[in-house]
């Protein structure tokens, strides 16, 4: 006999049906404990805990250090001129030169703060600290 029914579809018949609603027998069920017996756990060389906590102290900082750049920008960042488009004065092109620079004052102590604070200091620190933590983890697996 086929496993397969007349149309090609394989039969579902030799299945076994698992009634997922009755409890399971006290012979069937298997406890935590012998399952962590079982089961080795792989334990964490502590400086690669102290590598990983401090990728994520270095990563908070550079997030807080962030929002705080971009709250600084958008509190000192200049309004934009409300001038009417039928104002044909010299006013109109003043103010908007003066708009573009202040906002381009704005925009480079913005950029230069990121640049002093993140850039050249701490994100060298975050890879440095990743590279470590990924580098021991690669040396772990090739002594195993």
Do not use: W
């Not at 086929?2 to 069937?28: F, M, Q």
């Not at 406890?31 to 060389?45: A, E, F």
């Not at 925009?107 to 640049?115: A, G, M, P, Q, V």
């Amino acid at each position: 006999m086929s496993d397969n029914d007349s149309t090609g579809t394989p039969r579902t018949d030799k299945i076994p049906v698992i009634d997922l609603t009755k409890e399971l027998s006290e012979a069937d069920k298997i406890s935590v404990k012998t399952i962590s017996k079982d089961v080795p756990l792989k334990q964490v060389h502590p400086i690669t805990k102290i590598g990983f906590y401090l990728a994520i102290i270095v990563f908070v900082y550079i997030t807080a250090v962030t929002g705080v750049l971009l709250t600084d920008y958008f509190n000192n960042s200049p309004q934009i001129p409300s001038i009417c488009a039928s104002d044909t004065t010299g006013i109109f092109i003043s103010a908007i030169d003066g708009y573009e620079r202040l906002s381009e004052i704005t925009t480079n102590r913005s950029l230069k703060l990121f640049d002093q604070l993140i850039h050249k200091t701490i994100l060298p620190v975050l890879t440095s600290i990743l590279g470590y933590i990924f580098g021991i983890r690669g040396f772990e697996k090739r002594e195993e």
